[in-house]
């Protein structure tokens, strides 16, 4: 694997679930297959999970980690050529990323939305711009509109907490939730990928004007009445966003409409009352009280910890598979 | 060992220091035990000393480190339940904490006193929060009252040094002394804490209004006349800290006096003339001709050099005991 | 090797240059060497290149590695004795260094140039307190004068890339280029210094006022006609630094003339055109069509890329030489 951006670079889902819990029971196994080589972990943004769980993953692997922390406005890259570079960006991004890569095996990159145009962040400049020049395998570690370890972490999650009994494959519902600020695409984007490719009942639900890139979403069912969504459910993925302005672009990156009339969409006991006795899931961090109630996160069926603890897994499986293809 | 907050946490003090002096023959003897394990070390505050000997006592071990730097202000923990968290607070601890567990096999935690209020210092929210819900041993790499890692290498150090001649255990003078801002009282609380648990006579002295916490304290033998706490002394541990706030709780965190006025409390020549020719000791950074003059800090019975090294030591003794107890 | 900061510290060049050509071959083949080694590394300003290839580079040699970052405002340290330290400098050099020393067994510093005054700078007094205080070997990662593992990587980097024909040495040719801002010289001083130390043809060629210090170019050839320097010329080393100050000490630090006027300085193809089909180098990062235009840095002899690669061949040779000497 030289790439990890889609649902498609990990090829068949089943096989990718089944070497999760591979190294899940022994996470130590592959040890010779990182010894001696270098991830490069470059954070353009904040992070938490990510930082961590990739770290771990990484060291599993028997790998040397570098993290290198990119303030974002302390160093900016030139990305166009003929540029008279006299201003504030110091390098260009032609010599900083083949430098970078010239230090290590693997690239994993962070780098958020920026919400200044739509198109600048749906290009994916920056990650593209790794890709083209690095000559590494380079995965996303979230970034203006994907997040596939988190997805892959969700399925991961999904697949180890259902126990068929009627249905065939579960019902998963991803709900769009209030938020006091405007947070990218990139999880509920990924998430749909990840589950419309993967054997579940995949419904959407969110407000009007919150509708994703088809590019994510192809054909998934949108149900705008969250009740009716959430009705015999197995799974509700919780998770606010900002409108991706698929039909009003300049709309893209707002907050539609002000968060305190939208609290009748936050996860409460009720919503969870219609479902089948549904698991809870959310990427985390979580805002209680505006995304889910208090009552459902730490109720049994919340799995919000685990699915946390499975960043170290999918991101182990991503970074194993991409020494194998060195 | 779970949890390294006191010192009866490290119990039977000879078997400790022992065990650090074995360390110390041949610190990377115990590899094997730290293997493939994964020490997460989380700073909400800066650290010099702590953050550089506790990264090489678990290298030592064999470990894997992540160190987290976390601006206390960029991230701002919610503690409450049933808040609506539309503030500026993205997460709720009950979630943060058992994600970050779930990533290593041991935490430490560095998190200074705020000085807003005497009660939220002195219950320890913070480390108490992560040794509630990380289900992780937790070492306290300085908190709002305690600094135990300083206060076992002090002790590492005076056992060191200690020649025994007419009297049967050493005297050691803790005192105060003047410093321009104000200061926790975590690295006096735990030096008076393991000095009364070791088999020394243990002098404290300082202004009147300094009084540490009796929690720490206990009966311990508190002179108010510094020149006569001097009087025989074998060591002298030197510490400025701001008003503990026990008869006044109004007071605490407070410098008392300005410190133009007590540069008499200054250790110098003169005062390190009535001891048993003592020898020095700080848990550095130390403010010369504040704290201690260039001659007392440069002589040869200045001891905050291999006191400082000996961090190393406390550390990897902690770290060891955690491990065999995974 | 104890200090590496000076071309002699490396002693014969055929020998450096044959050792890095092995280091080169065989990265990993010295980590019995590194092994339960700590090289800690001390960035008291910014760095990427640096950063990234001295960590891979003490990686490879099996080394355990601690980078700290030091803010240089946030962490003011006292240097001079009798000092009463109530101001906000928080600890002095002569603790500092030694306790952060006892933690590792190599020392790594980068301090930049602070332009306040000439003497200040070129005196190294922070390095030179490391060397002086710290007892460890100790390697300048840039320093106010100098940059001795860009150097180095240079000169490697010439070597692979010199295909003698007629003439029996390279001529290799420094020059200074346009840049909106003021830079330091530790770049060109070392480069000065490596360059008459190798089996050269050396030529530096710059505006009047910019002469750099002797104790660096000693006899060098120094040219102010840019394009009669470039004749016949097989590397071109682009370069901006400020005035030295070495005849007008008041202009230390200074852009002599605004940039817009200097423009024909930068290195274009005409003036590539004069050269032996000259190797183009820079240290970077490089501002385009400032120091050089994109044509000239994109094509096939353009060496920016290899040569920033080379930095972890530079510091693996000196960290090698460093263990090896413990």
């Given at each position: 694997?030289?790439?990890?951006?889609?649902?498609?670079?990990?090829?068949?889902?089943?096989?990718?679930?089944?070497?999760?819990?591979?190294?899940?029971?022994?996470?130590?196994?592959?040890?010779?297959?990182?010894?001696?080589?270098?991830?490069?972990?470059?954070?353009?943004?904040?992070?938490?999970?990510?930082?961590?769980?990739?770290?771990?993953?990484?060291?599993?692997?028997?790998?040397?980690?570098?993290?290198?922390?990119?303030?974002?406005?302390?160093?900016?890259?030139?990305?166009?050529?003929?540029?008279?570079?006299?201003?504030?960006?110091?390098?260009?991004?032609?010599?900083?990323?083949?430098?970078?890569?010239?230090?290590?095996?693997?690239?994993?990159?962070?780098?958020?939305?920026?919400?200044?145009?739509?198109?600048?962040?749906?290009?994916?400049?920056?990650?593209?711009?790794?890709?083209?020049?690095?000559?590494?395998?380079?995965?996303?570690?979230?970034?203006?509109?994907?997040?596939?370890?988190?997805?892959?972490?969700?399925?991961?999650?999904?697949?180890?907490?259902?126990?068929?009994?009627?249905?065939?494959?579960?019902?998963?519902?991803?709900?769009?939730?209030?938020?006091?600020?405007?947070?990218?695409?990139?999880?509920?984007?990924?998430?749909?990928?990840?589950?419309?490719?993967?054997?579940?009942?995949?419904?959407?639900?969110?407000?009007?004007?919150?509708?994703?890139?088809?590019?994510?979403?192809?054909?998934?069912?949108?149900?705008?009445?969250?009740?009716?969504?959430?009705?015999?459910?197995?799974?509700?993925?919780?998770?606010?966003?900002?409108?991706?302005?698929?039909?009003?672009?300049?709309?893209?990156?707002?907050?539609?409409?002000?968060?305190?009339?939208?609290?009748?969409?936050t996860?409460?006991?009720?919503?969870?009352?219609?479902?089948?006795?549904?698991?809870?899931?959310?990427?985390?961090?979580?805002r209680r009280n505006m995304i889910v109630t208090d009552?459902?996160?730490?109720?049994?069926?919340?799995?919000?910890?685990?699915?946390?603890?499975?960043?170290?897994?999918?991101?182990?499986?991503?970074?194993?598979?991409?020494?194998?293809?060195?």
């Amino acid at each position: 694997m030289r790439i990890f951006q889609h649902v498609t670079d990990i090829g068949d889902l089943s096989a990718a679930l089944a070497e999760a819990q591979e190294v899940k029971r022994n996470r130590f196994a592959w040890q010779n297959l990182g010894h001696n080589k270098t991830a490069l972990l470059i954070f353009f943004n904040n992070s938490l999970r990510t930082r961590l769980s990739t770290q771990k993953a990484a060291m599993n692997l028997g790998m040397n980690v570098i993290v290198l922390d990119v303030n974002q406005g302390a160093w900016k890259l030139e990305t166009e050529r003929g540029v008279i570079m006299d201003g504030d960006k110091s390098e260009h991004l032609l010599e900083a990323i083949p430098v970078m890569a010239s230090y290590c095996d693997i690239i994993g990159v962070r780098s958020f939305a920026r919400f200044e145009n739509r198109a600048d962040d749906y290009e994916e400049r920056i990650l593209n711009q790794f890709i083209q020049y690095s000559g590494r395998p380079v995965f996303f570690m979230e970034s203006a509109t994907v997040h596939p370890l988190q997805a892959f972490a969700d399925l991961i999650t999904i697949e180890e907490n259902w126990k068929p009994s009627n249905a065939s494959k579960p019902k998963v519902v991803m709900t769009w939730a209030p938020h006091p600020k405007a947070l990218p695409q990139a999880v509920p984007n990924s998430f749909a990928e990840w589950m419309l490719a993967a054997d579940v009942d995949f419904v959407i639900t969110h407000p009007e004007g919150y509708e994703l890139d088809p590019q994510f979403v192809g054909s998934a069912r949108v149900e705008y009445d969250q009740m009716k969504a959430f009705e015999g459910a197995d799974f509700v993925y919780a998770k606010n966003w900002s409108c991706p302005g698929v039909t009003r672009p300049e709309d893209y990156g707002k907050v539609l409409d002000d968060y305190h009339k939208m609290m009748n969409w936050t996860v409460d006991a009720a919503h969870m009352a219609v479902t089948n006795n549904a698991a809870f899931l959310h990427c985390l961090p979580v805002r209680r009280n505006m995304i889910v109630t208090d009552d459902v996160i730490e109720s049994p069926r919340s799995l919000v910890i685990p699915e946390a603890a499975n960043r170290e897994i999918s991101a182990q499986v991503v970074l194993k598979r991409m020494l194998e293809s060195l």
